[in-house]
């Protein structure tokens, strides 16, 4: 599962040297990419001259055919893997430099298919913040919209949840990796935003719970939907690990180029869909 690959990663020894110099804080979540290029294994070129500047605070939602370099992108932020050229700035200090655990720190990251570990309900939120009081821990799931499902399991918050949640709904296990995010209280954010079917009901409580969450943070959006991403400070279209297209909603839609192509698309759910409707020579 793609969330289990992500712990493996935060828990795996760094492949590239130690880095001892801290992330200074409090960090203010401004991020930069300049021209940054990326391969896996010096094979084929990932991600290609990719420039961003996120501001404090603001959404960045990324879009894009399956295999356009979106989670490449976010997944070199935590330097879960390591860029081969250009750089990557985190309140202007270069990410190569940094202390790993120093930097992951600041950053949450919510999958799409989000783990949790055979344990109770409480340590995979805590999992966020290992030595969090109850309180902190409660107000969190409260805000994740979770507290009250967790409160009718039968042992409430010491409930097991099963291997990989096996327990729990997938509603359930998304608002309990928000919570877990909220718990840590990162100032950045990664989200891989979730393709799985939930019912209206649970929809509405986990984009309520997202609002939240990314409410003051700088947060990477991987969007599949285009009626999440409406509102986002910048959106970046990707294809073929370039950004093509750059702005906003309303800027691109002026811009008429694939992005206002795939606002007009009618009955795609899920905007990698949308792609396959739309020409390579576009």
């Known amino acids: 599962a793609a969330g289990e690959r992500v712990f493996d990663i935060l828990d795996a020894e760094p492949e590239r040297p130690a880095r001892d110099q801290p992330l200074e804080t409090p960090v203010t979540g401004e991020v930069v990419y300049e021209g940054v290029t990326f391969q896996?294994?010096?094979?084929?070129?990932?991600?290609?001259?990719?420039?961003?500047h996120a501001q404090p605070g603001q959404m960045i939602a990324l879009v894009g055919p399956t295999g356009a370099g979106k989670s490449s992108v976010v997944n070199l932020l935590p330097a879960f893997y390591e860029h081969n050229s250009g750089r990557i700035l985190i309140d202007g200090q270069d990410i190569t430099h940094l202390d790993l655990e120093s930097l992951r720190t600041q950053i949450s990251v919510v999958s799409q298919e989000p783990f949790l570990f055979n344990g109770t309900v409480r340590e995979n939120i805590l999992y966020g913040k290992l030595k969090a009081p109850d309180e902190e821990l409660t107000q969190a799931a409260k805000a994740a919209n979770c507290h009250d499902f967790i409160q009718a399991l039968p042992d409430g918050y010491d409930s097991h949840v099963g291997e990989r949640g096996v327990k729990l709904s997938v509603g359930e296990k998304q608002r309990i990796s928000?919570?877990?995010?909220?718990?840590?209280?990162?100032?950045?954010?990664?989200?891989?935003?979730?393709?799985?079917?939930?019912?209206?009901?649970?929809?509405?409580?986990?984009?309520?719970?997202?609002?939240?969450?990314?409410?003051?943070?700088?947060s990477f959006v991987i969007a599949h939907r285009l009626s999440t991403i409406r509102n986002a400070d910048q959106i970046l279209v990707m294809r073929d690990g370039c950004i093509i297209e750059k702005g906003t909603h309303e800027e691109l839609i002026r811009v008429e180029g694939i992005y206002a192509q795939l606002t007009r698309i009618q009955n795609t759910t899920f905007i990698e869909e949308g792609f396959e409707k739309i020409p390579e020579d576009c």
């Open 40 to 52: 896996y294994d010096n094979d084929r070129t990932v991600l290609n001259d990719i420039c961003l």
């Open 178 to 218: 928000i919570a877990r995010a909220l718990l840590k209280d990162a100032p950045i954010l990664i989200l891989d935003e979730a393709t799985a079917s939930v019912d209206t009901a649970t929809e509405r409580l986990i984009q309520e719970a997202l609002e939240r969450l990314m409410h003051g943070r700088t």
